[in-house]
């Protein structure tokens, strides 16, 4: 069986104000094409680049939480190729001076990924092919906007491997801050690197598949290669290696062109920027303002008594670990019941409403009040249920049981009372407890719907075996 060698070519869009050598602004997503451009990223005769110190920062961040070593001093360099959405035809990069190499990320199974280097580079701009026209269009907004570059060493083996992984450097990004890294805004892109060979074999030629935004394609993509290449070398055809373009519609590769070589690129120095020196004060200033990272969070979250996949969930949404880092600060008594109400009830209002976690108004005290509340005793989780999507819009639940008049029975005489007359209203179903106990559940329904959801049903259920004499009902 032919096994996958995959590497990994990772763009990161940097989320800063400007752009990496001028003060255009970086970020153009559902902007009017061409509108956030400047001499400098259109490379005007005359110009000269300034380099955005945030970049650098959020760069040097990124590499260390991947485990990269931080090199003394980096360099800039001229990656040379023509193509209309590159306006200087040379992209300016980093060659053999990166901001961070030899890193490595390790997946659930312990199995670790290395990473060769991390790159800082401007972004090249977006042609635009309108269907069935003769004609293409070029968007110059996202030229020079900050990118890092991630290369693995080709480490993964399968899809899965390669989906786990893109997860991690998602949730790593965006836990830093240093990018929203969301593939459907083209803020996170890979090239998938893949070959084929027989475990005991040396790798065969790779081809490269380029610009996939999602981890589905990637995963996809792997998959479809492995096979595609199997079929060829068992057939007696060679791989040639090339780049190729992933087709959605038919989920299969097609060849853009055959594969450029390092020389074609003519790398050299950047002549317009001298080395970057990276002090010890600058490296320590940066680690100093670094957030925790989401294998942090999960072991931080799993010592709290948060079951396993529910503590993945909220460690590696950062919009999650949010909310949820917030109400454990108001209500830590229950962190497992949290993590319940994120994962499930709030997570599927949000589905069904159409909303990100960013446009809710859930607030994280009203979420601790609620869970507050039903642990007190003072609601019960149907109440909760019912109140959920006003809590979502930002009303606090407190206001709202108070308004209503929701809380709880906890007067047990009152409930008692409640029970007597159900019982007696339902002489049939009550003799048939003693024979089948389960019958029990359809005169709690009754004492629930009787007292408007207000009884506690353990103490209802009580009460019921109790005048009934019956025990362990379910």
Sequence with gaps: MY?????????????????????????????????????????????????????????????????????????????????????KNYQISQYDRPVGEHGFIVLENGKRIGITRCHIEEDAGKSVHPTYADYSLVDLNRTGAPLIEMVTEPDIRTGDEAREFLTKVRAIAQALGVSRANPEEGKMRADVNISVHLPDQPFGTKVEVKNLNSFQSVERAIEFEQKRQTRLIEAGGAVQQSTLGWDEGGQKTYLMRVKEGEADYRYFPEPDMPPIVISQEWLAKVCSETPELPDAKLERYLALGVRDDDAKLIAYNVDVATVFDAAISTYADNPQALANWLNSDIQGWLNGSGQSWQESSLQPAHLASLVKMIDAGAISGRTAKDILPEVMTGRAPEQLVEERGLKQMTDTSAIAKIVDEIINANPKIAANVAENPKAINALLGQVMKASKGKAKPDVVRALLQEKLGVVDAV
Aim: net charge negative.
């Design 3 to 87: 096994e996958a060698v995959v590497g990994l070519e990772i763009h990161l869009a940097l989320d800063t104000e400007s752009k990496i050598f001028s003060a255009a602004k970086a970020d153009s997503f559902g902007e009017a094409p061409n509108v956030n451009i400047d001499p400098i990223s259109l490379g005007l005769p005359g110009t000269l680049p300034v380099v955005n110190e945030r970049v650098i920062d959020k760069a040097i961040m990124f590499s260390l939480a991947v485990n990269c070593d931080v090199p003394d001093t980096m360099q800039f360099h001229r990656k040379h190729y023509f193509y209309p959405d590159l306006p």
